[in-house]
């Protein structure tokens, strides 16, 4: 992923994504917390349960600009699929 960034001069800092199932929920009451509701939090942090992080297939893919752009390109990027997880940010999940 970084060197598909690189040669298409994208800004790209791909983050160690892995959570453990409590960081996780913590993530998750947080998101709660900040949209008020579980059903929009979830738009944004899954649950432990449904999170690829806690399986440790996910990475975190800052800026926005980045992450869309992996979103919107798919198969180059090394065979990701792309979620946005928060304002910002995306989690990209290793196709399998």
Not at 34 to 63: N, T
Request: charged share 25%; with cysteine.
């Amino acid at each position: 992923m970084r060197a598909t960034a690189q040669q298409r001069g994208v800004r790209l800092c791909a983050q160690d994504g892995k959570r453990s199932v409590a960081q996780q929920q913590r993530e998750f009451a947080e998101a709660v917390r900040k949209f008020g509701a579980r059903e929009l939090a979830s738009r944004y942090v899954l649950q432990p349960e449904e999170s690829m992080h806690v399986q440790g297939i996910a990475v975190d893919v800052p800026p926005l600009s980045a992450a869309a752009r992996v979103e919107r390109e798919g198969a180059p990027w090394a065979g990701a699929a792309a979620t946005r997880t928060n304002p910002g940010t995306s989690s990209t999940t290793r196709a399998t």
